[in-house]
Every structure is written in C-alpha cells, then in structure tokens.
C-alpha cells in the first residue's frame, strides 16, 4: 500500500499556471490576537484599543497586519515550501482589506514563473497567493519565490519563465481605509508625536529595544500560524544540519522588528505594502532582534488624513543598531543582518 | 492550628463507590483555543474554521476534542492523583458531546476499583469521571487507574475490587453527530486525500514530522489544563528526584501525537473514543516527538458518511518512526516509545 | 535631524502635581485570560466559570484582579520607569471595580512626590496612577516610587516633596461587590473549606507547590502587559550588566505567588488592596517561585457575606517554605526572599 503521507511538491511538480487551493481555512480569533500581543510586545492601539479603532471609522479594531499576513502565509508553506531548499524573496505583498476577528482566511496560489537551475537538482519556483476573507473579498495578495529540491531528476525542465514583479507596490495601488478619520489627537493613544511630514527621506531610526527571542516563543508562535516546516519544530532532525539547531521562521524575526520599530514610529499605524524582503541570516533561539529603520520615500496619497512612508527596516541579531553603519558591501550583508524588508507604512498627516 | 493546606487523597482515602465533585468549573474560550493551536500546530479545520465546521452541519466551531479532555481531565487531579506515585492507565474514553467556546465542564469521579498493593505501602484506586457542561449533558466520560501512596499504614487494606473495563469502546456506543454532512469534498479544507475505506487492518502510517518540546510550552499547556501535578512545574523539586527535572504531562505528549498524525489522517475529524493508553516512558523538555500509526480496525458505521477506524498511536522520542520496528517485546517497550494508545477516530466515507 | 525615539522620562522631566496620560489604551479580552490562566495555573473558579460568576451575581467572569492590575500598570512603563534605576515600592493600590472581558483601560498618572538623591545623579519619584474603564469609571488607583537617573545633572534640584501614604487600605475604603451571594455552598467550586472566620492573626500558610519560570513565559507575560522595561526582554544588553542576564518582571512573581497560595486559600476569591510591597530580590529564568502567606489582620465587613483578611505574602525562591523561619532580619532580606507583599483579600463567611 502507497504511503498516505504527503511530502509535499518537489520543483518538477510545479506546472505553468496551475492553482493550488490551500487547505486549513483559518478563523482568527481573539485568543490569536493575545497570543500575538505576547509574542511581540507591540502597542499599536489600533490592534489593541476596540474604543480607538472605532475612534478612526472601524467597526471594530483590525487584527494585527502581520498576524493576517503569517496566518495566511502559513497555509502556503505545506505545498509551496515544505521541501524548499531556501525561500528566497517576497514582492508586490499588498494589504487589500482589514481582517477582523471572526473572519475566516482561505489562500490560493498560482504558479506564476518556473526556472530550473543549471545543475538539474533544483529549480526556482514564483508563486501569487491571494488570501480570502469568509465573503471572498480578498485580504492580502502577494509573491513570493523559493528554491525547490527536484526528486525525480530524469523530468525534463520546464520552460524558463521569470515573472516580471515591481520594484514596490505604487502609491496608487495601496488601500487606503475608508472611512479613516485620524489626526493628531491619536498621539494621546499611540504616545508619538510625529507624523507623516515630519520625517525625512534618507533619515534613520535606530530603535533602541531589544527582543531575545527563545524556542517555546518562536515555536508556539510558528505554530499558531500553523506553518508546518519541519525545521522551525524538530531539534532531532536539525542536530544533523550544519545549523544544529531549529531556526527562526522569518516571519516571527519580522514581526519582532515592526514591534521593536514602534519607539520613532508611533503613529505608523498600518502597513500597507511590502515591498520586497530578504532574510540575509537566520536567527536562533537566544538571539536577541534589534531594528534600525530608513525612510526611503516619502508619499502624498488621495487621502485627506493619511500619507504613506516607504521604509527599509533592518533586522539586527546581537548587536544594537547604533553599532551598525554599513548593511551591505560589496562582499554581501553584515553578518549580524538578519532582515531587510522594503515595506510601506501608512501614517496620518499632521493636519491643520 | 491545623494546616488549611489540602494535600491531596491517600490511598487510605477513597472509599469504594465514593462520589468526588471536582473544583473549578470550566468556562472554554477562544483563548484555550488559540493557545492549544499554539501548543500543538493542529491543522484540523474542523476546529480552526467556523464556516468549515457550519458546512458540517455545527452551528459553530467545535472545541479540539484532547484540548476539552485534558481541561476536564486536569480537574480531577488536585483529589485523585496529586499523590499518585503513577499514572496506570486510561480505559473506555467516551467523547460523548462536542464543545463549543462558551461551554463550562464541571467533573465528578466515583471510586469504582481499589487494591492495596501487597507492600501495604500503596496501592491502586480506579475511578471513572464523567464531565458535563453547563446544561448537565455528559461531554467526556473516562475510567483511568492511578497507584497511591498511603499515608496511615495502619489503616487495614480495603476489600480489592477491580473494575471490569472493555478493551475498547464498542462501535455502537461511539457518539455519532448529527446533522453531519461530510463528504469528499471536505479534502479541499483538509488538504487529506484519504478516505475511511481507502485504509488497511495492518497499515502503518510513519508521520515524518517531529515535534520538540521545552518547558515554557509543555509547562503553560498543562496550567492551562489547571493540572496541579506539582511534578510539572517545580524544577526545585525535581532536582532531588531520579528524573532529576520537570516531567512533561502525558497528555501534551497525546496532543503532539495527535497533532504529528495530522500526516495521513487530514480526514480523520474528530476523536470518538480512547480505548485505553499507557505513558511508556517519560518525556523531557528538549525531547523530540515523533508518532507512529497502526490500524487496528476498520468499522463500519451506521451513520451514511462516517466511518470509524481503530488506531495505535504509538509515540516516540528522540528517534523518526522509520527507524523503529519493534515497539515492545518480551522485554517491554523499545526504550523511546513515550506513548502506547488505542484511539477510535471518526472519518468520512468517500462516498459516490 | 533631532532623534525621534523618545527614550523616556529622567529625574529632571517630572514636575510636581504633572498629570501623564500614558498611551495604548487596551481592550482585555478572552485571550489575554486564557493566557493569564497559561502563565499562572491559577485555578480560582471566578475568573474561570461563567456560572460561578454568576451564581454570585456577576453578570459574567470578571478578569483576574492582577491581570488587570498588570495590563493597567504596564501603560506607565515607558512613561514613568523606562530610566528607573530601581522600583522602590507600591501603595494603596485599590481594586475599585470589576475588569470585564471588552472592557478597554486607560491610565493616566500625577506625580506627587519628588526627592532629589544626595548624589545629584538621581532621584525618587512618587506617582498616583489611576486606570479608568470606557465609561471612565476607576477600576484601579495605585501610588509607586521609582529611583530614576537624571540625564542632565545641571538641572537644579525640585523643591522635596515626599507625600504620605497610608500603611494600608482601610476597611471602609475597599470595594465590595454588589450583590454578592457567595456562601459557603462555594466551596464545591473552589475546594475550599476554609472561610473567613476560620483565619486566625499571626497563622502562617506555607502553600507546598512550586512553579519554576522560564524565559519564553516571563517575556510573553511582560509582553502581554505591554509593560517595556527593556531588563525583561533584552537578554545582550543583560550580558554587560550585573545580573548577567533578563530580570524576571516582579508583577509575574505577584501572580506566581497569589497562583501559588491558592492552596489554603481557595475562598480568597478577590483581592481588594495590594497595602504596599518590595521586590526583595530580583528573580531569573530557571528560579522556582514559592509562597508562605501570614495572615496580619482579620477585618469584619459592612457586608452580609463577607469579611476581608490582610495578608503578608512572602515569595522565595528556590526554597520551601517550610525551609524559611526569618524572612527578614536586621541584616535584611533572607536570601531566597523575592517578594514581600501586604495585600488584602475579601473571602466570604461561613454564614449559617
């Protein structure tokens, strides 16, 4: 008899075109939510303050950007990268919708690029997935692309088709909440003073907390999102690697760095984009996260309370960004680097 | 003045046919939900989304059957077990109702087994719980046998009475629910293939996915149970003891394997009976979990969409299941087996 | 570019009789108790049966008295103690109405005291913090003094100011529950049989169980009270400091302590004072928390049902209490002692 268990799809599994409907439709709770405020400390009122959130025109507060985003995220991972060799980027990540407790998230990808490699063992593989909410609305739609063992070698490759995907998601493309009244007042709540004209292009922000991440944490947290790639959970399976030990899903080093961006950011209420990201290290239990942030652009938009500031924030491990000047040379990412995310970040203007 | 400090029941303590109410009624919520996904990685849809569950026929999303056992269960700790020198065994687990969020289990036990060891030092109590919700239906109903120090050896032995307990939860008996309207389509949710009659008397399932366990994680799960067994949680204590630290509780071993099976058995919904289980060994924060498969049997149903299949969950540390053959011989259980249990699962029919 | 990371309050910033509205107003909900109840294994059936709730006349389960204390507290971290050099001590914190479940909490602080130390490098600082409700009723009102830095040693000292605080809350000042129906028919609920005329003045309880912390718990505590002292999280920066590593924040020690004495105190089901308090030492990851209580005064009520006990609640670490004599002697604190706390429980009568 066949085995009934599913290894996941290898490189030559993956057609041109096809739709792989993810399975485990998810409904967020209130528990996710607390379970998310303990994992990163973040205080964004928005996703904490049911009398804020009504306060700007929600009917309730929105579940945390990055909670929809790893939940979502999560259901991918069984048939896109369970047997990935390394998930090498994220682009055109858009925030479609708020999500609200209650709300149920399905997920669907498509395979939108293919590129063998030329050593025949693995291959390249593009992917849009678009998450769902219970009234088929869509809530988040981005791409991302991993690196895939091929089991059967003798499969031909496939023709080479690399997506074209934007530099960053433009300003014209980002949801804007509507109805969304917020003005300076909510400093009373988020505890900034600063707002969307009072930044500058090219300014850095090196926030000052740390953020020691340990296994019960990282794991409960990967779970939640029910992420199922066995090298986040199994210390058995990972002493026999050269890392020899569980390593970090990326998606709890990039929420520790919106939490620890918050101190500077105050009033950064929402992200509606990411733009693009890498994880140029991995991250360990026992680490500690540290984030620096710089303001790349600097966008008016179609709305009259809000402006979008496009940042690039840096994931540090063991080292606080004021000992940090140069992410990147030429021979690659400072080594202590362990996040550079390009991610677009709605803030309210100072009004009049 | 005379310690107000309860310590528990010896064995000296329980009287045959003796009815114990258990303490600290039970209110489920969403929190225990989120937190027992965060504890186990579940993947089962029927307890994550609220419209899966409604296409059933639920009118809302039924509670994680071992997350509503170990709740029910770790109330009759702090008077059955909490001087038990060992656990025994499990016999004739009955789900008997579903849980929703909302639902209040309050547990009693009555004393329906006792033999004093021939020592006279301790001895056996077998009791069987039943935990009813807020309207007085019975939700779990289970027999398990503990051994008990005596504090009095003076007290003379108790007549031995021991238990008559079925091997297994008869067919018949199993709780059946309705409306239930599960078909072939719900692999779209589970992601799972494989049909109750796609199964084999015989056929071993070897879930390739581990999972490690630390103390913060097994030690928040089992004080969510309200399980006060002060071997969880008191590494001072244990210091001094041959484990020489923190046992973990053998039902977050249950739920890791239950969770570990996932692999194989995505349509394998619900949990009807545990027809009897043994703590092989014990397992440590650091170990890896692994799970095993057998199926025992393969039973009809009269029910037009469900099936029910017998399985041996079998549980291990530190090794992957393809590595281990032989789980017991005449010399007892291979020294990594952790868990030895008789489960009875309810699974769809493919139907036509 | 002037920094825009706002690094907290030193000595020099604080005036006297200065109101501080503390950001991230917080709405508490079903996940923040399931994770209380995770972190503790508090087992008082008030905050965890709906039906025993309100069979006392609550409308539903209102929340742990000290998760709210600690969700409420954490707001004036970055406000009042992000600089502090030490936490000196509480007093008349007050419990002034029941935390439900979407209740949303906001706290707001006066400075009314302020000392300048003899060096002119730091000072005390005496706070009244007050958490309001949505419909700004006060759920709770504290005072505590912090020793912060000073940044700027040129500032000349404030004029001293050092206000007077009671040694307690008094009897007629505590709040209490209306209606209130509690009888000693609880007792099936709680496990208790010991009420309030069953205490005697000057009994010591010494509560047996142990409950050891662990890194991933204490930093996802802390977290979920938002309380940001970075000593919690920020286990680099703990390298190059005396303690070597992250110091466990007291108010987890509180509720280890209050989880703790449960046992011998099944009916205390509310506290209504915490009279003042010291963290005796500081506590680490891998410590075991115990508890020994000694009953200080027993108070008779205007109420029909129940009566309130004042408490000295001694925490230690890695010891028993049945190991500990002297808590404290003219050479200060015994060793092992982490916490000494006065606090004030309501536990109901015997009635008749």
Same mark, same amino acid.
């Given at each position: 008899?066949?085995?009934?268990?599913?290894?996941?799809?290898?490189?030559?599994?993956?057609?041109?075109?096809?739709?792989?409907?993810?399975?485990?439709?998810?409904?967020?709770?209130?528990?996710?939510?607390?379970?998310?405020?303990?994992?990163?400390?973040?205080?964004?009122?928005?996703?904490?303050?049911?009398?804020?959130?009504?306060?700007?025109?929600?009917?309730?507060?929105?579940?945390?950007?990055?909670?929809?985003?790893?939940?979502?995220?999560?259901?991918?991972?069984?048939?896109?990268?369970?047997?990935?060799?390394?998930?090498?980027?994220?682009?055109?990540?858009?925030?479609?919708?708020?999500?609200?407790?209650?709300?149920?998230?399905?997920?669907?990808?498509?395979?939108?690029?293919?590129?063998?490699?030329?050593?025949?063992?693995?291959?390249?593989?593009?992917?849009?997935?678009?998450?769902?909410?219970?009234?088929?609305?869509?809530?988040?739609?981005?791409?991302?692309?991993?690196?895939?063992?091929?089991?059967?070698?003798?499969?031909?490759?496939?023709?080479?088709?690399?997506?074209?995907?934007?530099?960053?998601?433009?300003?014209?493309?980002?949801?804007?909440?509507?109805?969304?009244?917020?003005?300076?007042?909510? $400093?009373? /709540?988020?505890?900034?003073? @600063?707002?969307?004209?009072?930044?500058?292009?090219?300014?850095? !922000?090196? %926030? =000052?907390?740390?953020?020691?991440?340990?296994?019960?944490?990282?794991?409960?947290?990967?779970?939640?999102?029910?992420?199922?790639?066995?090298?986040?959970?199994?210390?058995?399976?990972?002493?026999?690697?050269?890392?020899?030990?569980?390593?970090?899903?990326?998606?709890?080093?990039?929420?520790?760095?919106?939490?620890?961006?918050?101190?500077?950011?105050?009033?950064?209420?929402?992200?509606?984009?990411?733009?693009?990201?890498?994880?140029?290290?991995? $991250?360990? /239990?026992?680490?500690?996260? @540290?984030?620096?942030?710089?303001?790349?652009?600097?966008?008016? !938009?179609? %709305? =009259?309370?809000?402006?979008?500031?496009?940042?690039?924030?840096?994931?540090?491990?063991?080292?606080?960004?004021?000992?940090?000047?140069?992410?990147?040379?030429?021979?690659?990412?400072?080594?202590?680097?362990?996040?550079?995310?390009?991610?677009?970040?709605?803030?309210?203007?100072?009004?009049?």
């Amino acid at each position: 008899m066949a085995s009934k268990i599913h290894t996941g799809r290898f490189f030559e599994d993956f057609k041109l075109n096809e739709v792989i409907q993810h399975a485990t439709p998810r409904t967020i709770t209130a528990g996710d939510c607390a379970m998310y405020l303990a994992f990163t400390g973040t205080r964004n009122p928005l996703h904490c303050s049911t009398p804020f959130a009504q306060s700007l025109g929600y009917t309730q507060m929105p579940v945390d950007d990055l909670l929809a985003f790893h939940i979502a995220f999560g259901k991918t991972v069984p048939d896109i990268s369970v047997n990935a060799v390394a998930n090498l980027g994220y682009a055109d990540v858009r925030f479609l919708q708020p999500v609200f407790v209650g709300d149920t998230l399905t997920t669907t990808s498509t395979v939108i690029g293919l590129k063998q490699n030329s050593s025949g063992k693995n291959g390249v593989v593009w992917v849009r997935s678009t998450s769902v909410n219970q009234d088929q609305q869509p809530v988040l739609s981005w791409v991302r692309w991993v690196m895939v063992h091929k089991k059967n070698l003798d499969v031909p490759a496939p023709e080479t088709v690399i997506p074209e995907l934007p530099a960053y998601v433009e300003a014209q493309q980002l949801r804007l909440p509507e109805p969304f009244t917020a003005h300076h007042e909510i $400093s009373v /709540a988020t505890g900034g003073r @600063y707002f969307w004209e009072d930044y500058a292009v090219g300014e850095r !922000l090196r %926030h =000052p907390s740390g953020l020691t991440l340990n296994d019960s944490d990282h794991t409960m947290a990967t779970h939640l999102y029910q992420n199922n790639a066995r090298l986040h959970f199994d210390a058995h399976l990972m002493q026999s690697t050269p890392q020899g030990q569980r390593l970090i899903y990326g998606g709890v080093v990039i929420s520790a760095c919106r939490a620890l961006s918050f101190e500077g950011l105050e009033n950064a209420l929402s992200i509606a984009a990411i733009n693009g990201g890498t994880h140029a290290n991995p $991250s360990y /239990a026992g680490d500690t996260i @540290y984030c620096m942030t710089e303001v790349l652009e600097q966008w008016a !938009l179609p %709305h =009259p309370q809000l402006g979008a500031l496009r940042l690039r924030m840096i994931g540090l491990k063991n080292i606080p960004p004021d000992h940090v000047e140069n992410i990147k040379t030429s021979q690659g990412y400072h080594p202590n680097v362990v996040l550079d995310l390009d991610i677009t970040v709605l803030i309210p203007r100072k009004g009049n």
